[in-house]
């Protein structure tokens, strides 16, 4: 009873094709240099064996080259018998495979999907047939909302707590999200004796839970596979989907994870029922980025459905009574659309290797507002000021001349209507210069992707400062409070059609 939506990802490294099964997608393969790994480092090289990838053994999943190079002299040395030194570079192929998988009722003990929902049909099969034993690291807020359900559902699936089940609870808030929780978690798994190949670790909770229980996983015998079922909108349509783990070290956000994904992220939008009207427009800011990057369904459907879709936490529900008998998909589709551009995004530059992201979208300065206004009393979410970013994003893609009023207009309306804000007080000139020379250190220049339409993109290298300071005037009057919120006012944003 596994799936509506099965997404699975395959990505060998370094010239990855990516399948998106239900959507016959492919993404055209990722090329890289070669990295020579040796112990010397020669100023000329002489390759002496046969370059051509070599047939490996598929059975290890991975093809590899070893190219073999004389190096010149390392030694200056006059001695006729001594022999020069040889240098080996290797490129290897690994292979990830992943699975994102819709699964409603996750928690059902009739739905065998957080026992095997990673597995494929042949290999379901099989473990049906063995003892199954799971770790599960779950948050401890979440635990308190759906522990009981989740303890019934190994109960009744014939497993032991203690012996076949290992249920972790454990504080996962952003305070907390530490290496030390990480080695709880990889203490835990030394504990409970993990059978490595054959029981992932279940992550269940927010982004905090999912980067901390796959950072875990990834250090933990070098590579342990794990589960990710998200909690939250934004671990639902975001952590969840790409390959990332991480915590904050030293004050500095994600500054340890690695690049290793789950084996499966599985999908249950029951969960958020539970959350917090905030946190689920935070979530929606993230799924804005997507739409006006590159969806313009997605974007139609935020357009006419956002405020009901986070006073509904994405739950079906008849708009009107004539509506009762009808089955209500947009919560869904805007779910699906939301993982599918994000994972046409990430699949293909799951290491980063391209720094030209359109997910950057709203976090250009966004990361940086939200780090300014912390401890503030303007503090902001995640998704709140990625939401600021947009905002000030598309007036400046207008005053560029890359969208028209009507779009701006259109596209601001949107991201004002669901509760986020589009404008704080916090953005003035010396900030905003603040994190331009930021973004510009951390992504070796600008690249700043703008709306060049409503669902369509592009990254821009050449903008300049100026411009920059230029829409912030714009920004403030378009954006700025009309009342005492930092609200728009659609009648603020009605007149800015009416210029045009
Ligand atoms: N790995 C990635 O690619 C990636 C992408 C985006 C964000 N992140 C990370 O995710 C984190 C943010 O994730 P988040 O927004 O999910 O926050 P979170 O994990 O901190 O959760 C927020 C709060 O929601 C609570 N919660 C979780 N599920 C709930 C539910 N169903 N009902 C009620 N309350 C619930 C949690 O207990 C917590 O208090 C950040 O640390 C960010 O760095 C990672
Ligand atoms: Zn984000």
Redesign the pocket.
Known sequence: MVSSLPLCLSQPTPTPTLLFSSFGCTVPPLTRAPDLVGLFLPAQWTTISDPQRSEYDPSILSTARIDTAKSVDVTASSDASHHSALAWSCTSQIEFSYKVVECPDILDPANDALLFGHLSSADRAMAKKTTQRRLVVI????DD??GERLRNYFEQRGMKQGTDVEILRLP???EE?SIELVLQVCEAMKKFNIPRRASPVIAV???????VV?LAATLFRRKTPYVRV??????YV?????????V?FMGS??RL?AYVPPVAALLDSQ??????RR?VA??VA?MSKMAIMKSPELFELLESHAPRLVSGRFQRMPSSAEQEQQEDVVPGRVLQLSIETMLEE?APNLWEASLDRLVDFGHAIGQELEMHALGTEHEL???ESVNVDMAFMTVLAKSKGLISSAEQARILKMLSSYGCPIWSPLMTKEFLEHALDERRKLSMGLRLPLPVGVGKAAIFHDVEYEECFAALDTFHVLCGPADDLHLKSSAKLSSSVVEE
């Open positions: 948050d401890e807020h979440v909302l759906y996962m808030v952003e999200k909770g927010g982004g905090v839970c999912l980067d796959g998200p909690t939250t909108t934004l671990s975001d952590a969840s989907v790409g390959a990332k783990s991480g904050n956000k994600n994870g969960f958020l029922r539970t959350e917090e946190a935070s979530g993230e990430l979410t995640h998704g």
